[in-house]
């Protein structure tokens, strides 16, 4: 395989990193309000957080991603595929990074709670300086896992017209009859990329127990 095609593929990956970043970002923001309110106690914030999860976790993400092209031009909202892919995607993800976090909610020692409580914090205070920050470090390996899978699902936006490293190799190899070179070098690039986000992930994780025996 030529470099000029091993040039375009890498080109094609930009893309496909700068919607995975985009998504998984807008996801945690998303996921993190979703998994305090599906904790509420009121089941005017429960019921709708649990349902949101339910179906994104639920229904397929090709699906979902095709909804969402066909729903937006429906609604009046003229927008270009790449927001119709990130949208898609970012739903996606808020999901289950709502339930990894939801389960590092769940795992905040209560006696820092009840601390809180006594030093006068609000719940509000609580949730942010306390509540969040921890369960965001307890469920960080989950949520490294999900933004290595939300970079492997991002192949499914080819789907909406938008041309990522998945798409790119498609349209290479149909014009070159070279499908298992380009295949394998998309393949390899993919892995190069997980790899770095893995690694990264890791070493950020070091930073949380920088203060533990």
Known sequence: MSWKLFELLIQASFSTILISVISISLGLAIGMIVSAVTLSPSPALSIPGRTFVSFFRGA????QLL??????PALGLNVPS????????????????????????????????????MAG?????????IRAPIAFRLAFPSLVNEAIMILKA????????IVELTRMAQDLAASTYRPIELFAAAGLLYL?????IAYGGSLFERSFRWGRP
């Open 154 to 161: 991002s192949s499914l936006v080819s789907v909406v017209g």
């Open 60 to 63: 397929p993400l090709l699906v």
């Open 192 to 196: 190069i990329i997980n790899w770095l």
């Open 121 to 129: 914090l609000s719940p509000m205070q609580q949730f942010w300086r």
């Open 67 to 72: 909804l969402i092209y066909n729903l937006l």
């Open 82 to 117: 790449i927001v119709a892919a990130i949208t898609g995607l970012t739903l996606c993800t808020a999901a289950y990074q709502a339930e990894n976090l939801r389960g590092g909610f769940q795992s905040v020692p209560r006696g820092l709670l009840e601390a809180a409580d």
